[in-house]
C-alpha cells in the first residue's frame, strides 16, 4: 500500500495573492481629497489669474476704453444717484456722496461674487468635463475677475476724496481696504464653494439668489443710514451680514474704522463658511462632475 502519512489534507489551500493585492496603494479620504483640491487651486494661482483677466479682456475686446467701461459707468451711477437721493432723503451732499459712492463700490464687488459663484461649476462645465483641475481654481477665477473690476471701480472715489475730504479722507484707516478684501475674498471662496455646489445641483437656484439679492439690497444699508431707523430696529442692521462687508470696504474708503459689531459679524460669518464649506465640500466634492 502505498502511504499517506505525509499528505496534505486536501480541504488545505495555499493562500494565492493576486497581483492587486500585492501592490499597497495609498487611501486617502473624503477629507484628505478635499484639501488637495483647495491646496492645489491656490498653487495654481497663475492659471486662475491668467484666465480672469483673460475674462475682462475678451469681454471688452476692441473697446476704446476696455474695462474702464465699467468705471465709468459706475461714476455715472453713484454720481447721478448721489445727488437725486440727497435731495429725496434731506442729507448734505457733502455726507452723502462718500456714503453711497463706497458703498455701491463694496455692493456691486459682493453681488458679482455671490451671482457669479452660484453658477460657477455650470459655467465652467467645458473645462471641468475635459480638463482635471481643482474645483476651487474655478472658483479662484471669478473671484479675482471681480476684485480686479473691483480696482478698476476705485478709482471713483478719487473725486469723492478731492471735493469731499471732510467726510471722506485718506489716513492710516484706509490700509485697512487690505485685509477687508482678503476677508472677502476668504468668504468668497468657502461660500462660493457652497453656491457653486448648489447651483450646480439645483438650476433654480441661480435664478432665486438674483431675486434675493434685489431684496436684499434694499434691506441693507447701501443707499441709506442705519441712523434713519429707530435705535430698536437698528440691531436687525448690525446682525446683517452683507452691512458687515460692506462697512468692512466702506469705513476705510472714507478713512474711518468699521465698529468692533461689524468685525465680529465677519469673524463668525469666517468661520462658519469655512467649517461648513469644508464639510459639504469633502461630501459631494465626487459628485459634482455627475451633476453637470
Known amino acids: 500500500m502505498i502511504s499517506t502519512e505525509h499528505e496534505a489534507p486536501l480541504t488545505t489551500a495555499l493562500p494565492v495573492q493576486s497581483p492587486i493585492d500585492a501592490v499597497d496603494f495609498p487611501t486617502f479620504t473624503q477629507n484628505q481629497l478635499a484639501w488637495q483640491d483647495i491646496k492645489d487651486g491656490i498653487l495654481k494661482w497663475p492659471i486662475w489669474l491668467t484666465l480672469a483677466?483673460?475674462?475682462?479682456?475678451?469681454?471688452?475686446?476692441?473697446?476704446?476704453?476696455?474695462?474702464?467701461?465699467?468705471?465709468?459707468?459706475?461714476?455715472?451711477?453713484?454720481?447721478?444717484?448721489?445727488?437725486?437721493?440727497?435731495?429725496?432723503?434731506?442729507?448734505?451732499?457733502?455726507?452723502?456722496?462718500?456714503?453711497?459712492?463706497?458703498?455701491?463700490?463694496?455692493?456691486?464687488?459682493?453681488?458679482?461674487?455671490?451671482?457669479?459663484?452660484?453658477?460657477?461649476?455650470?459655467?465652467?462645465?467645458?473645462?471641468?468635463?475635459?480638463?482635471?483641475?481643482?474645483y476651487t481654481l474655478h472658483i479662484h477665477r471669478i473671484i479675482s475677475r471681480n476684485m480686479i473690476i473691483f480696482l478698476h471701480n476705485i478709482?471713483?472715489?478719487?473725486?469723492?476724496?478731492?471735493?469731499?475730504?471732510?467726510?471722506?479722507?485718506?489716513?492710516?484707516?484706509?490700509?485697512?481696504?487690505?485685509?477687508?478684501?482678503?476677508?472677502?475674498?476668504?468668504?468668497?471662496?468657502?461660500?462660493?464653494?457652497?453656491?457653486?455646489?448648489?447651483?450646480?445641483?439645483?438650476?433654480?437656484i441661480s435664478q432665486i439668489v438674483r431675486s434675493l439679492i434685489q431684496v436684499i439690497f434694499f434691506i441693507t444699508p447701501v443707499m441709506w443710514e442705519p441712523t434713519v431707523l429707530p435705535e430698536n430696529d437698528r440691531i436687525f442692521v448690525d446682525l446683517n451680514p452683507f452691512f458687515a462687508f460692506i462697512q468692512l470696504i466702506r469705513e476705510p474708503l472714507l478713512g474711518r474704522l468699521p465698529s468692533a459689531t461689524n468685525l465680529l459679524v465677519v469673524a463668525i460669518m469666517t468661520l462658519l463658511g469655512t467649517v461648513v464649506s469644508f464639510r459639504l465640500f469633502a461630501r459631494y466634492r465626487a459628485r459634482i462632475v455627475y451633476w453637470l
Do not use: C
Open 53 to 134: 483677466y483673460q475674462d475682462i479682456s475678451i469681454r471688452y475686446r476692441r473697446s476704446v476704453l476696455g474695462p474702464f467701461w465699467l468705471t465709468l459707468s459706475m461714476a455715472i451711477t453713484v454720481y447721478s444717484m448721489g445727488y437725486l437721493y440727497a435731495h429725496l432723503f434731506h442729507i448734505e451732499l457733502q455726507r452723502y456722496y462718500p456714503i453711497l459712492t463706497a458703498g455701491m463700490l463694496t455692493w456691486s464687488l459682493i453681488v458679482g461674487l455671490v451671482t457669479e459663484t452660484t453658477d460657477g461649476f455650470m459655467v465652467a462645465s467645458g473645462l471641468i468635463l475635459q480638463l482635471k483641475l481643482p
Open 155 to 204: 478709482i471713483v472715489m478719487i473725486p469723492i476724496l478731492a471735493f469731499f475730504h471732510e467726510y471722506a479722507k485718506v489716513n492710516w484707516y484706509t490700509l485697512l481696504v487690505i485685509p477687508g478684501l482678503f476677508a472677502i475674498y476668504i468668504n468668497s471662496l468657502m461660500y462660493g464653494l457652497i453656491f457653486a455646489m448648489i447651483g450646480s445641483r439645483y438650476r433654480d
